[in-house]
């Protein structure tokens, strides 16, 4: 595996899956000698929380809530 020209790497979907590194999820490195670690940050509240704060602002639509209302209800 190599790091790309802008520092990048990837996590293979066995460690993904394995430690739940979704995208969105934050991680910190850690230098421990010659080794450098990377660990997921502790989220602070709920999963569900967590969840709503990546999905919030996503389905803009251009239209207000009114008119989103006046569709669904025929």
């Known amino acids: 595996m190599k790091i790309t020209s ?3 790497v990837t996590i293979p979907v066995t460690i993904r899956q394995r430690f739940g590194l979704l995208p969105g999820t934050e991680v910190t490195f850690e230098a421990r000698g010659v080794v450098v ?4 940050v502790r989220e602070s ?3 569900g ?3 709503v704060a990546q999905l919030k ?4 639509s251009g ?3 009114d008119e989103i209302l006046a569709l669904t209800r025929g």
């Open 6 to 8: 802008k520092g990048q």
């Open 63 to 65: 239209i207000c809530t």
């Open 45 to 47: 509240g709920s999963r």
């Open 57 to 60: 602002g996503k389905a803009t």
């Open 37 to 40: 670690v990377i660990r997921k």
């Open 49 to 51: 929380a967590n969840v």
